[in-house]
């Protein structure tokens, strides 16, 4: 005997022969259903290496089974293999560490997360529908999917979502700020005050009993409120069942400090649950920028648990979805890629290894300026020409002229589609789909669109970069230079047409270009456009017309351009601002409002000459800062300079702001990590005695001072950004390097 | 991601670096002269990196002669200007 269910799948994780699997059942109840299931990973190796491995795996007394077989590795086309079947999921883990400890063996499928594996067997994903048989004691017989995760229309079915965050300001609790707990479901809210832990926690089982959430949704969960709230119920020894599995309690994993993109991140620790989804909308990456949708997105189309995605880098959604296609297609999934890249001659190496054009822009401001943008310019080359690991440098196609890439000596197959073109091409044409939708909604609809594009957006933005990165499993530094060779010939290209139109260069990068030709309007910028896709075969757009526009010049070299500094405001009124202090997360708020206010009143003109004569009033708004600043009328939080630590706070050179602030908030017994950001303000930064220059906002004593100079200085050069091109007169600003005419006064 | 081969705005500033006993040497006066010259250098890096050569100076130089070059340019054509004007 057994039943069906129609449901959504909710949730996946390892148990004792099986796998956990969560249900939303069509009729609103929450299954939790088991599935034996028995994962397998090959590997490969000369006769003598394949005998100490049979011996080895005899010797586990684990539940294994080993038998030889053929299947497919990417580059080295059909191979002879082992593969080792475990009928104890639990046990895959101890099996897999053992024999790699042996030397001349290649391993394949066997570091895939367990859920990813079962899901990609299965055809499964997170929020999709299925079919399920299973027996009255709750075991699976048999599960299919009724959809797939590249549909592009899909719903997410209701799904209760419990609340829980301190109350006020969420600053990092970790760093001291303290509150009440506060909770809310559906609109319902209440603060959980109780007179001991004991009551805490009763009152917040309470709330968990009564909703039975699907999702639980903090602020600051992962490394604050689950671990106070675990320790409390270990203390007073009391239940609390934060997951929905009676069998299961929460699972941890540790916090990280990594670099990416020559920048220390820091992820909190997770604190996952079984049966029941924990979120931390200050731990998730995807979450801050998506959304629940967008990461309901991410989570179908990599096939990765929901609060798996939503802790992980995109780097690793696009891993997963190119694992999945490769499973698909039954090709082996290498083990610690072993792929170094080819040597190249030092010339070779120079040619290749540039990255995207990086202009400096005519410093100075300008009319009626256009700008075009490549979109999606990186994962639009990628698919057009067919860039990926084994589509580069091919043995078939070396002869073929029409396969060399520009200015290097690489060529791309023009026979065999590449595994990355083939997945990148549905997420492009999925995310224009979502575009579209975007433009033909309106509210909720639309925001969920809007979501979605997002999500997938930062697929795009990651997969390249991907390529060159060294964990990636079907990325190569070859083909990460073939993508930005051709980003470089393609802007060159665009460049020759505009040029060729009479229009003049002002700035271009990597895949964006500013032009200005006297007389031009917005159709002449979209005929220009069309000529530009005409000759490169890429998307390019007109992103807007400017008003006019403003290239700051370097801090440090004033007589050049920064790339990507500059401010300016469309015909339309919106405006675009890049680089400047503003924009800056270290700047304080006291700063930043005061620059946010100048450019509104810049902004509010119709042409460059009623900009400049806007100069004055710009002042007098500068000069309106430094009377509050010199009279004390400014509030703690204005001033407050947010810094990301670079490095272990011991480590910092004594005395510079930060490590102040930071060794103060050591001292009050916080944990600090490389990647976090700590929040301090200045308060002397010419004291001798190093303790004195910096109080850690946290533990910001009752009689705080400030340091007036320092701050009216960064009020001073704030303003000294907006008005320094725009006082570069017509003529210098023709000329580059010329430092230009005052045409007002300079910030007193 | 680290980067094998060094970027064009840290060459010339590895080579400003190199070159600071020269304008050390230098009379104060002269020194903004030298100094606009390697700010050439930087204004034309995107051409720089793309010629991808072999002795970065060598970009560089060009840069530093294409600035000079332009400023001869400018200066003849106000040169010619001032002549066509009428004398009084």
């Known amino acids: 005997m057994t039943r069906s269910v129609h449901a959504h799948l909710f949730d996946v994780y390892p148990v004792r022969g099986g796998m956990a699997v969560w249900l939303l059942a069509d009729d609103g109840t929450r299954l939790r259903l088991v599935h034996p299931w028995a994962p397998r990973f090959y590997y490969a190796g000369r006769r003598d290496a394949l005998r100490q491995a049979s011996a080895l795996l005899r010797a586990l007394r684990a539940p294994v089974t080993a038998r030889p077989a053929t299947r497919y590795d990417l580059l080295r086309g059909d191979v002879a293999v082992t593969e080792v079947t475990v009928t104890n999921p639990l046990a895959f883990p101890r099996v897999v560490t053992r024999l790699a400890r042996l030397d001349d063996l290649v391993f394949y499928n066997c570091d895939i997360g367990l859920p990813q594996m079962y899901l990609y067997e299965h055809r499964l994903f997170p929020l999709g529908r299925c079919a399920v048989e299973a027996t009255p004691d709750g075991m699976i017989r048999e599960i299919a999917p009724l959809d797939s995760p590249w549909d592009q229309e899909y719903t997410v079915p209701p799904l209760t979502v419990l609340r829980l965050r301190l109350e006020g300001d969420p600053a990092n609790p970790n760093h001291g700020h303290r509150a009440i707990l506060h909770v809310a479901v559906d609109g319902e809210e209440s603060a959980l005050t109780g007179e001991t832990p004991a009551d805490l926690l009763a009152s917040l089982s309470r709330w ?222 999925r995310r224009a789909y979502y575009k579209e939708r975007r433009a033909a909604t309106t509210g909720d609809e639309r925001h969920v669109y809007d979501m979605r594009q997002t999500a997938l957006k930062w697929i795009g933005v990651v997969s390249f970069g991907y390529q060159g990165y060294k964990n990636a499993r079907f990325g190569q530094i070859e083909a990460h230079e073939c993508t930005t060779a051709l980003s470089r010939e393609m802007l060159l290209r665009a460049k020759d047409v505009a040029e060729a139109e009479g229009y003049r260069m002002l700035h271009a990068l990597v895949d964006s270009v500013w032009l200005q030709k006297p007389g031009a309007t917005r159709a002449d910028y979209e005929a220009l456009a069309r000529m530009i896709v005409e000759a490169t075969g890429l998307p390019i757009a007109v992103e807007g017309v400017y008003r006019w526009i403003a290239f700051v010049p370097s801090r440090t070299h004033p007589l050049v351009g920064v790339p990507n500094r500059f401010f300016g405001v469309f015909e339309d009124g919106t405006s675009k601002v890049r680089g400047i202090e503003l924009r800056r997360g270290d700047t304080p708020p006291l700063v930043a409002a005061m620059q946010s206010r100048m450019l509104a009143l810049l902004f509010q003109t119709a042409t460059l000459e009623e900009a400049r004569a806007q100069i004055p009033a710009v002042m007098d708004l500068l000069h309106d800062e430094l009377v509050r600043l010199r009279q004390h009328e400014v509030r703690p939080e204005e001033l407050v300079i947010r810094t990301v630590l670079s490095q272990d706070p011991r480590e910092y050179e004594k005395g510079v702001p930060q490590a102040v602030a930071a060794h103060q908030l050591l001292q009050a017994g916080a944990t600090l990590h490389p990647g976090e950001a700590i929040e301090y303000i200045i308060t002397n930064a010419a004291s001798r005695i190093p303790g004195e220059r910096a109080v850690a906002y946290a533990c910001l004593p009752g009689d705080w001072s400030y340091d007036e100079e320092r701050y009216a200085r960064m009020l001073r050069r704030a303003t000294e950004t907006l008005l320094t091109p725009l006082r570069r007169t017509a003529e210098a600003a023709r000329i580059s390097l010329r430092p230009g005419k005052a045409a007002g006064p300079e910030p007193t | 991601m680290g980067r094998t081969v060094p970027t064009m705005t840290q060459i010339i500033q590895s080579e400003e670096d190199g070159w600071a006993p020269f304008r050390r040497a230098l009379r104060a006066q002269d020194r903004p002269a030298l100094d606009r010259l390697f700010a050439a250098a930087r204004h034309y890096s995107a051409a720089a990196s793309y010629v991808a050569r072999p002795v970065p100076f060598d970009a560089i130089l060009l840069s530093m002669l294409l600035e000079a070059m332009k400023a001869i340019q400018r200066l003849e054509a106000e040169v010619d200007a001032l002549r066509s004007r009428p004398s009084v």
């Open chain 1, 208 to 429: 968990l009993h009564r909703y039975d959430p699907d999702i639980l949704l903090t602020e600051w969960g992962d490394s604050f409120l689950f671990p106070r709230l675990r320790r409390l119920a270990a203390l007073s020894r009391l239940p609390l069942p934060l997951s929905r599995d009676p069998q299961a309690g929460t699972r941890t994993r540790r916090p990280r400090s990594y670099m990416t993109y020559g920048q220390i991140v820091y992820t909190a620790g997770g604190s996952y649950l079984h049966g029941r989804w924990h979120l931390d909308t200050t731990n998730s990456f995807t979450y801050e920028e998506a959304e629940l949708p967008g990461l309901f997105e991410l989570s179908r189309l990599g096939r990765l648990p929901v609060q798996h995605a939503a802790r992980t880098s995109v780097g690793t959604v696009i891993t997963s979805m190119q694992l999945d296609q490769a499973y698909q297609d039954g090709i082996l999934i290498p083990w610690r890629k072993s792929r170094p890249e080819a040597f190249k001659s030092a010339g070779d190496l120079l040619l290749t290894d540039r990255g995207g054009l990086t202009y400096m822009p005519l410093v100075g401001a300008y009319g009626q300026v256009g700008e075009l943008d490549f979109a999606a310019m990186y994962p639009a080359i990628m698919t057009r020409f067919n860039i990926s690991q084994e589509t580069v440098n091919c043995p078939c196609c070396r002869e073929d002229p029409a396969s060399r890439v520009p200015g290097i000596p690489h060529h791309l197959c023009r026979r065999r589609r590449g595994l990355i073109p083939r997945v990148l091409a549905r997420v492009l044409a």
